[in-house]
């Protein structure tokens, strides 16, 4: 399984972003898709996890501003992202499960004035 994150970028505080992560291979509707972050020197943290079934997650810090989503005919997930602050700034990873577990690339967010 490949993951193709992309949608990240610089934009101010209060500001929104759509990120994008399209899986190649894999069984995709079966699949668990979540949106992680990890900002220099902290830990990588889980930010929202979507199920095969439309269940969603999101980390306290998120909820009520971000929003994630799938389309299983274009195998992707979406992290829609508003009203953003400068806390959110890090690098933010997708990733696959379906037996096995598949890290994206990364893709950049940055949140400043």
């Known amino acids: 399984v490949q993951l193709q994150a992309s949608g990240g970028g610089l934009v101010q505080p209060g500001g929104s972003l759509r990120l994008s992560c399209a899986a190649i291979?894999?069984?995709?509707?079966?699949?668990?898709m979540s949106w992680y972050r990890q900002a220099p020197g902290k830990q990588r943290d889980l930010v929202a996890r979507i199920t095969p079934g439309g269940t969603t997650i999101y980390a306290d810090s998120v909820k009520g501003r971000f929003t994630i989503s799938r389309d299983n005919a274009k195998n992707t997930v979406y992290l829609q992202m508003s009203s953003l602050k400068p806390e959110d700034t890090a690098l933010y990873y997708c990733s696959f499960e379906y037996g096995q577990f598949y890290w994206g690339q990364g893709t950049q967010v940055t949140v400043s004035s």
């Open positions: 291979g894999g069984r995709f509707r079966f699949s668990v």
